[in-house]
């Protein structure tokens, strides 16, 4: 029987230079992600703009913008219960 290790999921933050909501919500998933031991990345959309015009496109105008395994989890602020319980049904395993 083999056994298959869990996911590893990947919270990114999409962010841009001078957004005050945005370093509010980093602190907040470095807290959250902590938790679980992952990291957090980061995403500036103008400069991503370049070789993803679609990123600033679709999220520019509501940032900051969490995405959960590359998909939109929540935008404007960090939806902490939810995320939490993602994190963990993804990861199969209990943050803080």
């Known amino acids: 029987m083999v056994l298959m290790s869990n996911p590893t999921p990947t919270v990114t933050l999409l962010t841009r230079a001078g957004c005050g909501m945005c370093g509010t919500a980093l602190a907040q ?3 959250i992600c902590g938790d679980f031991g992952l990291p957090v990345a980061t995403v500036d959309v103008d400069e991503a703009a370049v070789s993803e015009p679609e990123l600033r496109a679709e999220y520019g105008d509501r940032l900051p913008v969490v995405l ?3 998909r939109e989890h929540s935008y404007f602020d960090v939806d902490e219960p939810r995320l939490r319980a993602d994190l963990s049904r993804i990861a199969g395993r209990d943050g803080k």
């Open 68 to 70: 959960l395994n590359g």
């Open 29 to 31: 998933l470095r807290t």
